[in-house]
């Protein structure tokens, strides 16, 4: 079954802090990997997009990695900011008829 | 630019009323996708236009729900009769081709008591 499970469920930490999200999914055949960032209150929008021979690609502060072997993603924040605040939700396009499966989504706390 | 604008931002109403949700999508796409969001089943895609034209509906929970897209510019979401687990966020999607970033817009929050 093509599934997208996201860890953890919820985060909190100090402002000036690193952290990292993780995206593991069973989707088969693998298209591509997006992460969003969703404020509250807001639409989600697009962080990366990683296709399969992409390791790494960075936007700012956030890096996203993926293994397509284990078919694992992580979102990594540098010197989280208050405004990092939000759901992060991990969206794989695959599977046989090269659908979007969503994550349940990582939310976020950033205190001061 | 103007983002995709959807309307109303809020909608609260009684159930069995008829509920029509509105989305304007970005000039030029010609990608638009319909999504639901509640907590317990986080995002689900209930339908998307190529052109105009529905290519997957197999997200749209019942007959209760209809999608049309009368132009490039304009796209409803129908709920007729409306019921109480109705209630979530729906959020309109578009994107220039199907595998670019979907721009989304800040959604309809739905209530049906």
């Known amino acids: 079954k093509n599934q997208v499970e996201q860890s953890p469920q919820s985060l909190i930490i100090l402002e000036g802090k690193n952290c990292t999200l993780q995206c593991n999914y069973t989707v088969s055949p693998f298209s591509n990997l997006r992460w969003y960032k969703q404020d509250t209150g807001r639409g989600p929008v697009s962080l990366t997009i990683m296709t399969f021979s992409e390791n790494t690609k960075s936007n700012g502060r956030y890096t996203a990695t993926l293994d397509a072997d284990t078919k694992q993603s992580s979102l990594h924040i540098t010197a989280s900011q208050l405004s990092d605040s939000a759901s992060y939700i991990c969206v794989v396009r695959g599977g046989g008829y090269n659908k979007l499966i969503f994550g349940a989504g990582t939310r976020l706390a950033v205190h001061p | 630019d103007a983002g995709v604008i959807q309307s109303p931002r809020h909608e609260v109403t009684e159930m069995g009323q008829e509920v029509t949700l509105r989305c304007k999508p970005i000039s030029g796409h010609d990608y638009l996708f319909w999504y639901r969001q509640t907590m317990m089943r986080g995002l689900e895609l209930l339908i998307y236009?190529?052109?105009?034209?529905?290519?997957?509906d197999s997200g749209m929970p019942e007959d209760r729900f209809s999608a049309k897209m009368p132009n490039a510019s304009f796209s409803t979401l129908k709920i007729q009769p409306s019921e109480p687990r109705d209630s979530a966020v729906y959020f309109c999607?578009?994107?220039?081709?199907?595998?670019?970033?979907?721009?989304f817009g800040d959604g309809t929050r739905l209530s049906i008591l």
């Open positions: 999607a578009s994107s220039f081709q199907g595998n670019q970033p979907q721009h």
């Open positions: 236009f190529n052109n105009n034209v529905p290519i997957d």
